[in-house]
Antibody, heavy 120, light 106 residues
Framework: QVQLQESGPGLVKPSETLSLTCTVSGGSISSYYWSWIRQPAGKGLEWIGRIYTSGSTNYNPSLKSRVTMSVDTSKNQFSLKLSSVTAADTAVYYC??????????????WGQGTLVTVSS | SYELTQPPSVSVSPGQTASITCSGDKLGDKYACWYQQKPGQSPVLVIYQDTKRPSGIPERFSGSNSGNTATLTISGTQAMDEADYYCQAWHSSTVVFGGGTKLTVL
């Protein structure tokens, strides 16, 4: 059974860069799309972007200028960097496996989520 | 940008049928999926490709999608189904989530 685990600092200062890594276990990271999704406390889900194991990416247009995703197939990991963070970026960040069929994308595996707080 | 609209809340009595809608422009021309999220937990996929149930999801969960509206239906709703539900679709190379619906089982 594929499992995902987010890791990274729980506290980031305003204007700095948020960095998170998702480690995939129980299966290969290859040949799948992998996504980051976040959820501010008490609010809904927001898709940040996705990366294929080739390195191809799609980002949420509202965050695109600040987001960078990368993948390391040798470590079965993929990563998120979000620059110039503000308090509005405080949220639980989830990594998820994206299953793609044609023009449909759904998330069949999720990590447990990690809370990132932006504060000085 | 593309938007998916869900009612903020839906209430249902135990054993009855709950219907949660998700509206978007020509949503029926796309595929929709649904996630269940209980407090403090990660979302769980309950419906994908409009009508399909992942392994392990009870048969009481079903979905449909036509016109501008996708619907998640829970038949014989149980107390354990009380949760937030989110619809999701793919539009112009981006993932779009609905705002979520809190299902209360009274």
């Amino acid at each position: 059974q594929v499992q995902l685990q987010e890791s990274g600092p729980g506290l980031v200062k305003p204007s700095e860069t948020l960095s998170l890594t998702c480690t995939v276990s129980g299966g290969s990271i290859s040949s799948y799309y992998w996504s980051w999704i976040r959820q501010p406390a008490g609010k809904g889900l927001e898709w940040i972007g996705r990366i294929y194991t080739s390195g191809s990416t799609n980002y949420n247009p509202s965050l695109k200028s600040r987001v960078t995703m990368s993948v390391d197939t040798s470590k079965n990991q993929f990563s998120l960097k979000l620059s110039s963070v503000t308090a509005a970026d405080t949220a639980v960040y989830y990594c998820a496996r994206a299953y793609i069929v044609g023009a449909h994308n759904w998330f069949d595996r999720w990590g447990q989520g990690t809370l990132v707080t932006v504060s000085s | 940008s593309y938007e998916l609209t869900q009612p903020p809340s839906v209430s249902v009595s135990p054993g009855q049928t709950a219907s949660i809608t998700c509206s978007g422009d020509k949503l029926g021309d796309k595929y929709a999926c649904w996630y269940q999220q209980k407090p403090g937990q990660s979302p769980v996929l309950v419906i994908y490709q409009d009508t399909k149930r992942p392994s392990g999801i009870p048969e009481r969960f079903s979905g449909s999608n036509s016109g501008n509206t996708a619907t998640l239906t829970i038949s014989g709703t149980q107390a354990m189904d009380e949760a937030d539900y989110y619809c999701q679709a793919w539009h112009s190379s981006t993932v779009v989530f609905g705002g979520g619906t809190k299902l209360t089982v009274l």
